[in-house]
């Protein structure tokens, strides 16, 4: 069985063709970056096939058609027949949804609907969904909501200390982000740990950042919440804050509520501290030369990310196993470093060595928990949950 896997950003789409086998090993996949702009960067490889190249791509429907040229030129397939399913991330799925779900036309109307509350994401996602439709109409379309993992989480995780009003008529809650790895991360640390129970937080690392704790393979809280601003400091948003602060800059800078979710989205977070990039990698080559706005940007972001390990290990009441995914999460071993000697207490200790290699288990022998780095792949996550709704 192959499945196509499409995950389509706001000016982005990434895809997969993945042989849903035991292995679910990839067959295909590529990247369209920059879609709308002057230039638009297309790679795509299949075994030691690769290609590459930058020219105008408007529009979704024209990256998915390159896409699709691409995958006949490699001879993965000679036939799109030969695609059973096609996979679609969304972001957001509100409650209504809490495993993969076939795109029926109520669903995108639901979808839609709830691109009021991620004007990000879900327009983009629809897009992605309408121009596969149309290249792909024999096989069902399936979609997985990024939201769809963190839909167990208990009531008293999800509410916020606001009138019942505004989560009965307004959907006012906690939904979490970034599930899909999440769920994915958790499948592997379980692997690691040789079981399917136990205490583990997961650290979505990256330009958007999110953390998640998890009991016997249930979420039971995120970091992320109503949208994905709540949280720990990420590339360009604030993460968490004292709610009266928007308030009050707001009439201080005289400004409208839309030019403050652009400052809180856009302009916040490591590019604030570091008043300089929101790349960590650029920090890091200024903290090594002892740039002192580049030096308290790390700082501050291990702090901030170990205070919340500290309190998802009290609610887990314990920790068996914390796992690091996603670009600054396997990569910067200097963050995972500083996180982790905030948390010695927990029984948490790092071989130093396989910590800088960015190894798979990188604890050392004494600790008494497992601390994973573990390469986020959504696109596998969401080819299994597909084969499970097919089964």
């Not at 957001?92 to 669903?107: C, D």
């Amino acid at each position: 069985m192959k499945l196509f896997i499409v995950n389509a950003g706001s000016s982005s789409l990434k895809f997969q063709l993945i042989h849903a086998h035991k292995r679910f090993d990839t067959l295909y996949e590529g990247i369209v970056d920059g879609i709308g702009r002057a230039s638009c960067f297309f790679e795509a490889s299949a075994g030691k096939k690769h290609t590459h190249y930058k020219k105008r791509i408007p529009k979704h429907a024209r990256a998915l058609k390159e896409a699709i040229n691409i995958l006949f030129e490699f001879g993965v397939v000679d036939s799109l027949k030969e695609i059973d399913a096609v996979g679609h991330r969304v972001v957001h799925g509100g409650e209504k949804y809490s495993k993969a779900t076939k795109l029926t036309k109520p669903v995108i109307q639901n979808i839609e609907a709830l691109s009021e509350i991620a004007p990000l994401h879900n327009p983009a996602n629809l897009e992605g969904i309408y121009a596969a439709k149309e290249y792909i109409k024999h096989a069902p379309h399936i979609a997985i909501f990024d939201t769809a993992f963190h839909q167990t989480l208990p009531e008293k995780a999800y509410r916020y200390a606001v009138p019942r009003e505004w989560y009965t008529t307004y959907h006012i809650r906690k939904y979490g982000f970034h599930g899909t790895n999440h769920r994915y991360v958790a499948h592997q640390t379980y692997n690691h740990l040789g079981k399917n129970k136990g205490k583990i937080i997961t650290c979505h690392l990256g330009n958007g950042s999110s953390i998640s704790a998890i009991k016997d393979n249930v979420c039971i809280d995120t970091s992320m919440g109503f949208t994905p601003l709540e949280g720990i400091p990420m590339g360009t948003r604030s993460g968490s804050i004292d709610p009266a602060l928007p308030l009050y800059m707001t009439e201080k800078l005289n400004i409208d509520t839309n030019k403050m979710d652009t400052l809180l989205n856009n302009k916040c977070g490591i590019l604030a501290l570091s008043e300089k990039s929101s790349d960590v990698r650029d920090i890091w080559a200024k903290a090594q030369k002892k740039n002192k706005k580049a030096c308290f940007t790390l700082e501050k972001l291990a702090y901030d990310i170990a205070l919340k390990i500290g309190s998802y290990a009290a609610a887990l009441n314990g920790l068996d196993a914390l796992s690091f995914t996603a670009g600054i999460g396997e990569n910067a071993w200097y963050l995972r470093r500083d996180i982790c000697s905030y948390l010695s207490h927990l029984g948490i200790t790092l071989d130093s060595r396989k910590n800088r290699a960015n190894s798979t288990a990188i604890h050392d022998k004494k600790s008494s928990v497992h601390v994973l780095v573990i390469k986020a792949n959504e696109g596998k996550q969401m080819a299994r949950e597909i084969a499970h709704y097919l089964q």
